[in-house]
């Protein structure tokens, strides 16, 4: 449903974005060239509901309406950010009380480390506490990959993917529904982003809180048992989560710890990112996504060999986090040496990463004309 709707929705919000101004304009750390339209988040909030709506005809989806007004919240609070601005004080603290909100009246919280540590239930109050850190977590890190065309959602569609088959396989079809119409949704903005002229747009804030408050929906789930509301949790969720999320999250926290290390502010932008490195070394955009969904997927069945194994929950855990180190952090501090140690070895690695990305280039222009063709040149014209 979301790739019939999305090919009609986009060129609509896009005119409505350069109609407004609602442009991202580029500066000395943004990679673009040209300013492009921020509506992504309104274009994911629409197509989702839409398709919620029409799939609520056939299968009930009623339980999902905390999360979605919760979604419509940070929506609405990301296109503020992209409108006027908001201080980063003003950002955490509405993200505080919306992850609050969905904690006490939506279902959603850590309220079990499902055996990590020796630890089953925890109090209410350090419910709360992990449930807080873990959704701050999660949006941030969104917002964090979100710098290069279509990485964000990209691995958004990858979680997308796995938690909707973990929600179906625990019988609980209302959010694995949503899971799978939130993969057609990025899947379709994934290809605008990453191929279309004409109609390329970015989340902007408004999309990547809705992306991360979505996987925060994924992976948060409170307890449940099967014939009363939702799951029966696996013991090895916790390491699982983990390596699902593990670009984002290993990202993350390099890159915190390194401006931290720099005695600059963890909230000040600046190009340390993995995709950074990657994309200066010569890779396209879309080259520079595929490699890190690669790296993601490498820790995920690594997990997985582990889970297979019989390892314990703590040992899977400190597995996850090595492997996160190494196949996460391990590429930018590679790219970074060599382009220190040794320039001439890393100008011919540019030069070998840039032939590669020109033969994805290839694709991209095939799919770019499907997108940018007289169909949707007819409807542009149409609308003005």
């Not at 009609?8 to 500066?27: E, F, G, H, S, Y």
């Not at 710098?147 to 209302?174: E, K, T």
């Not at 994934?190 to 408004?206: E, I, L």
């Not at 509301?229 to 390491?239: E, G, P, T």
């Amino acid at each position: 449903m979301p790739l019939v709707l999305m090919p009609v929705v986009i060129p609509m919000v896009t005119l409505m974005a350069n109609r407004k101004r609602m442009m991202d304009a580029p500066n000395g750390r943004k990679l673009q060239k040209r300013p492009i339209p921020v509506m992504g988040g309104t274009v994911m909030v629409l197509a989702l509901c839409i398709t919620l709506v029409i799939m609520n005809l056939f299968y009930s989806v009623n339980d999902m309406m905390p999360a979605i007004c919760v979604m419509v919240i940070f929506y609405i609070f990301g296109m503020l950010d992209d409108m006027i601005g908001l201080s980063w004080q003003m950002k955490l603290m509405l993200q505080v009380l919306s992850i609050a909100l969905v904690y006490f009246g939506g279902d959603y919280g850590v309220n079990s480390l499902y055996g990590l540590f020796g630890i089953e239930e925890t109090p209410w109050w350090l419910a709360l506490l992990l449930t807080l850190f873990t959704g701050l977590l999660l949006l941030n890190a969104v917002n964090f990959v979100d710098g290069i065309d279509g990485l964000a959602s990209a691995l958004g569609i990858v979680c997308g993917l796995v938690m909707g088959y973990w929600n179906a396989r625990h019988s609980f079809m209302s959010e694995a529904i949503m899971s799978f119409a939130m993969v057609g949704v990025l899947a379709a903005f994934f290809a605008y982003n990453v191929c279309s002229k004409r109609y390329k747009m970015y989340m902007g804030d408004s999309g990547s809180l809705v992306l991360g408050f979505f996987i925060f929906t994924c992976v948060c789930p409170n307890d449940y048992i099967i014939g009363q509301k939702i799951y029966v949790i696996d013991s090895y969720f916790v390491s699982f989560t983990l390596s699902l999320l593990s670009a984002m999250i290993f990202d993350l926290v390099r890159v915190v710890l390194g401006r931290l290390f720099r005695g600059k502010s963890p909230f000040l932008p600046d190009r340390t990112h993995l995709h950074h490195a990657l994309v200066d070394s010569g890779m396209s955009h879309f080259v520079t996504t595929l490699v890190i969904v690669v790296l993601n997927i490498v820790v995920q069945i690594i997990w997985y060999y582990t889970a297979a194994a019989g390892m314990n929950i703590d040992m899977q855990y400190f597995v996850i986090i090595i492997s996160g180190v190494v196949f996460i952090w391990g590429p930018y501090f590679y790219l970074k040496y060599i382009e220190r140690s040794f320039p001439h070895h890393y100008y011919k690695l540019m030069k070998r990463n840039q032939i590669v990305s020109s033969w994805f280039d290839k694709i991209g222009n095939v799919v770019r004309i499907v997108l940018d063709g007289r169909r949707s040149r007819s409807i542009t014209h149409r609308i003005e």
